[in-house]
């Protein structure tokens, strides 16, 4: 793989854990807000600028070859019902005190990118990655333990974002275009919300005013940033390296947790933390070493 293509890729990454990274700082000012009602307006704007900047780079033909290619199409509905339910759930868990969840969940999706590059796309793991992958589960036992339940926020979180990864990898189109049929695809979905589940049909898209209005349309804007750049980032990286990036992103959401929203920890939890980023060192090493003689 060329050196440029790499380093393009890694700066992509980086742009889009980064912002990623203040996603609870930003969302924490919609709490008040149903996490569907977001979501519905997160979807639209997304739709609505990926649709400007389609225009400006007069890219709508892209478009028109992937609705008349049904396998990509398909691919794409999927890739947005991964995220699409990934943003929620995520919503959810920063208006629930559960961003400490998240986080863990984040952590763990670089280890499940692992898993998914081994038993999806046959992938070789070393014996770095397999101890990796062996310090996850024991943290995941440890969530177990300590929550007397199985921890489903941070599950949920990193096998769907993780799989998102791995369905966007196989889809050979540019970011741009598939990003706004993926918002596209989830219109139906919010849709259907709005018509027949909401309280009030009527207030989802139309009750806010001033700043809360304001935050909700820069949601638009502020989700399609980061996923056009991971978009962008997983065509030139395997999707190991793109997974070693991703530890940007939760200790961000986790020491924005701990010491700006003040979620509580038990002590207990340090071990399933402690295990994860053991974990994500060791596979880092494995990674620089790979790329350092790749």
Known sequence: MPVSRTAAGVGFGLLAYLIWGFFPLYFRQLSAVPPMDVLSHRAVWACVFVGVLLTLRAR?????????????LAML????????SNWLVFLWAVGNQQVVASSLGYFLTPLVNVLLGLLVLKERLNCLEWLSVGLAVAAIGNEVATLGSLPWVSLFLAATFGTYGLVRKQVPV???SGLWLETLCMLPVCGIYVLFLAPDPHAVLGQFSGFTAGLLIGAGILTAMPLMAFAAATQRLDLATVGMLM????????????????????????LSFGLIWLGLAVFSVSMWRKLKHG
């Open 60 to 72: 709508w033909a892209n478009v028109a070859a992937i609705l008349r290619a049904p396998r990509q």
């Open 77 to 84: 509905a999927l890739a947005a019902l991964l995220v699409g």
């Open 174 to 176: 540019d970011p741009l």
């Open 247 to 270: 530890y940007i992103n939760p200790t961000m959401q986790f020491l924005t947790a701990i010491f700006i929203f003040d979620e509580p920890f038990q002590q207990a939890r340090l």
